[in-house]
T-cell receptor, first 117, second 114 residues
């Protein structure tokens, strides 16, 4: 079945640094990928829709200059948290849709835990 | 407006009991898709089921069963003979017109005690 990977799986960084998270579709091409953020004991919140070859679409309240998204190829989308601060500490999850046996299915990455000190 | 409500924040049962997780949704579209995902402590989402709005048949998969009722806009999930390994947070989600975006419920934390 389709697989989506994320790298790194966890990262600890100092406040003010930038962190890049990669999301890859391993065995299918994805023109669209989604980035979610999940705070402890909360549901997933869609941050943005990543579109291959064009600008990402950000949800209301998400700072596009802080969360830079680049979807440079059909198998890779990156999320860069710029000048990270402790309040950016969260679990970041990406997903990519794919058609499997005539049905559209969302495949999720394993997530990246970010801790900003 | 689209919305998914999981009113049960946390459920705790003893192993082998049956448990039902509720999901109520709102949508204006006639074509939509409903999902259930399991999120164990590791954090990785596990896909459980996808159901489209035109298929109201209930589904059973082992100890898992789903009851889809359009009349009440509900898509409830039942685990029979629960096991400790079923402990996780379960999310119900809605997708409209295959636009790929998922609208998530708040999740229900299920605790199965041995």
């Amino acid at each position: 079945g389709a697989v989506v990977s994320q790298h790194p799986s966890w990262v600890i960084c100092k406040s003010g640094t930038s962190v890049k998270i990669e999301c890859r579709s391993l065995d299918f091409q994805a023109t669209t990928m989604f980035w979610y953020r999940q705070f402890p004991k909360q549901s997933l919140m869609l941050m943005a829709t990543s579109n291959e070859g064009s600008k990402a679409t950000y949800e209301q309240g998400v700072e596009k200059d802080k969360f830079l998204i680049n979807h440079a190829s059909l198998t890779l989308s990156t999320l860069t948290v710029t000048s990270a601060h402790p309040e950016d500490s969260s679990f970041y999850i990406c997903s990519a849709p794919n058609w499997d046996r005539g049905r559209e299915t969302q495949y999720f990455g394993p997530g990246t835990r970010l801790l900003v000190l | 407006a689209q919305k998914v409500t999981q009113a049960q924040t946390e459920i705790s049962v003893v192993e082998k009991e049956d448990v039902t997780l509720d999901c109520v949704y709102e949508t204006r579209d006639t074509t939509y898709y409903l999902f259930w995902y399991k999120q164990p402590p590791s954090g990785e989402l596990v896909f459980l089921i996808r159901r489209n709005s035109f298929d109201e048949q209930n589904e059973i998969s082992g100890r898992y069963s789903w009851n889809f009722q359009k009349s009440t806009s509900s898509f409830n999930f039942t685990i029979t003979a629960s096991q400790v390994v079923d402990s996780a947070v379960y999310f119900c989600a809605l997708s409209e017109n295959s636009n790929y975006q998922l609208i998530w419920g708040a999740g229900t934390k299920l605790i199965i005690k041995p």
